[in-house]
């Protein structure tokens, strides 16, 4: 089991950054692969970011790619998402989603191959 707490979301404008956080319970963070979703309000959760479970691998969303940046700390159970230049479609609430799978190099962007999700934390952007 792994239980996952995002934190790191807010109120910023148009153009501004965020980084936020995803810590992990468990002694088997580094065996999971990791990826970041989010769902706006009356839309259906999306893939924003992954990468497998060494990190070495990553995949962005046309959305955010050269924006947002996927990242993990396996020594501190972390996976962080840093956000960049970040526009009014960002606003949502975002996920993290955690898959044991401690061989692959594939980088998974379906909700449905995650085994275990965060609570959310909101992110608004204003223009």
């Known amino acids: 089991q792994v239980q996952l707490v995002e934190s790191g979301g807010g109120l910023v404008q148009a153009g501004d950054s965020l980084r936020l956080s995803c810590a992990a319970s468990?002694?088997?963070?580094?065996?999971?692969?990791m990826g970041w979703f989010r769902q706006a309000p009356g839309k259906e959760r999306e893939f924003v970011a992954g990468?497998?479970?060494?990190?070495?691998?990553?995949y962005y969303a046309d959305s955010v790619k050269g924006r947002f940046t996927i990242s993990r700390d396996n020594a501190k159970n972390t996976v962080y998402l840093q956000m960049n230049t970040l526009k009014p479609e960002d606003t949502a609430v975002y996920y993290c989603?955690?898959?044991?799978?401690?061989?692959?190099?594939?980088?998974?962007?379906?909700?449905?191959?995650?085994?275990?999700w965060g609570q959310g934390t909101q992110v608004t952007v204003s223009s």
């Open positions: 989603a955690a898959r044991n799978d401690p061989y692959s190099t594939y980088v998974f962007r379906r909700t449905s191959d995650y085994n275990f």
């Open positions: 468990g002694r088997t963070f580094s065996s999971h692969a």
């Open positions: 990468c497998s479970w060494s990190g070495g691998s990553t």
